[in-house]
């Protein structure tokens, strides 16, 4: 029993020092299920790096729950370089566009000049109904690229069975992906209708005329069931898609911002700075035989 003690104080004495280590001295360490990590903090400025690392904790009920400072868009989870986030505002799925209007359907969101990216590896356009072509653009002014996917039904095709879309991601039937460009911070996507001849006529449509585009990391698609989670995720807030954020710190990489040594992140001993692989800025990490937090001072130890 004693030994048990022992060992049960030394655990927990562990842990509280472990996690200790991950954020700013006298910052908080968790929201709900939540654990933070520096650059990233909660409450006073001190404990984050700058705006676009905070985190807000709200009260719902008895629980915590984490929003990115930034959008309001609440965190699933937070790794050393991504964050699983719900769409925010209804900025990462479109209203629905109109067969019978033709009517255009679009949403922006611009994550410029903040430290995220939206992840070109986990996540994918989807879009869903019949004559369709959806595409994003990085900008409205100047449309550097285009990227998209178009969706064709004929009338009485296999499109009318509705279960070809029942718990399965878009299997090409009624419904296209397509994939992310590198380095996108900031994007429109739009789904507009394509045909509004009568051999592609609105009955075909999986949606009731509704045809909506979202981006999201595929858990979204693949447990799409017809209209009304598609009514509810504009609606409800829980049930938007999720996504994935690529995150880095700065406008620079390693080279240009090690020379600025009052900014520079990689601040602790034994750490090292590598560039993002997804836009701008870089991470740290620690050297190998070191663990532990490479943006803190003495944040990497010895294993
Ligand atoms: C807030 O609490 C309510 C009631 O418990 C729950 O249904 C809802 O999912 C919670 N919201 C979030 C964002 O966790
Ligand atoms: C993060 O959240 C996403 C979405 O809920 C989930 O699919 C993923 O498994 C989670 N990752 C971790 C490491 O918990
Ligand atoms: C989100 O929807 C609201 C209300 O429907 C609208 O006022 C707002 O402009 C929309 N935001 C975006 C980014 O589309
Ligand atoms: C759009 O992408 C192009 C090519 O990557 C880039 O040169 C341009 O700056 C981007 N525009 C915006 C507004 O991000
Ligand atoms: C995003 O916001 C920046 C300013 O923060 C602006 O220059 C840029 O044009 C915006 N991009 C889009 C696609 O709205
Ligand atoms: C959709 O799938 C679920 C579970 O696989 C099943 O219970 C339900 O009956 C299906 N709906 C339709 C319309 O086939
Ligand atoms: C979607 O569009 C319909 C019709 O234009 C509108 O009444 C509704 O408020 C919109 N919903 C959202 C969430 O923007
Ligand atoms: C870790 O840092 C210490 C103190 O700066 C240094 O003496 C040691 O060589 C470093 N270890 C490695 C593997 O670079």
């Known amino acids: 029993m004693k030994w048990i003690c022992l060992w049960l104080v030394v655990f927990v004495y562990t842990v509280v020092v472990a996690e200790n280590k991950a954020v700013k001295p006298g910052c908080r360490a968790e929201c709900g299920e939540l654990s933070i990590s520096y650059p990233f903090g909660i ?14 904790c ?33 900025a990462t799925i479109t209203n629905c566009s109109n067969g019978a209007q033709a009517s255009d359907s ?29 595409y994003i653009t990085n900008s409205s002014i100047d449309q550097n690229y285009v990227s998209g996917c178009v969706s064709l039904c004929r009338r009485n095709s296999a499109m009318n069975n509705l279960d070809t879309l029942n718990g399965s991601a878009c299997n090409g039937i009624g419904c296209c992906t397509a994939r992310i460009p590198s380095g996108l911070k900031a994007f429109e996507l739009q789904v507009t209708k394509i045909y509004t001849q009568t051999e592609f006529s609105r009955d075909t449509d999986h949606f009731n005329g509704c045809s909506i585009a979202v981006i999201e990391d595929g858990q979204f698609s693949s447990k799409l069931d ?46 090292t700075c590598f560039d993002s692989d997804n836009g701008p800025g870089y991470r ?11 943006y803190l001072i003495d944040g990497c130890q010895g294993i």
């Not at 984490?66 to 959008?71: Q, T, V």
């Not at 611009?110 to 109904?129: D, E, M, R, V, W």
Request: glycine fraction near 8%; hydrophobic fraction near 30%; proline fraction near 4%.
């Open 43 to 56: 409450g006073r400025k001190e404990c984050y790096r700058d705006k676009g690392f905070e985190i807000l």
């Open 58 to 90: 709200n009260k719902n009920g008895t629980t915590f729950v984490p929003y990115l400072g930034i959008n309001h868009a609440q965190v699933l989870n937070l790794s050393d370089n991504q964050v699983y986030v719900r769409g925010w505002s209804n």
């Open 106 to 134: 679009l949403v922006v969101a611009n994550l410029s000049s903040s430290p995220f990216t939206i992840s070109y590896t986990q996540n994918k356009i989807s879009a869903f109904g019949c004559n369709i072509l959806a």
């Open 226 to 271: 017809k209209r009304t989670s598609v009514t509810s995720a504009l609606n409800n807030p829980e049930s938007r898609p999720s996504i994935v954020l690529d995150w880095a710190i700065g406008e620079h990489k390693c080279k240009e911002a090690e020379q600025n040594a009052a900014t520079f992140g990689c601040i602790s001993k034994n750490s």
């Open 284 to 294: 740290c990490q620690c050297l190998e035989g070191y663990q532990g937090n490479p």
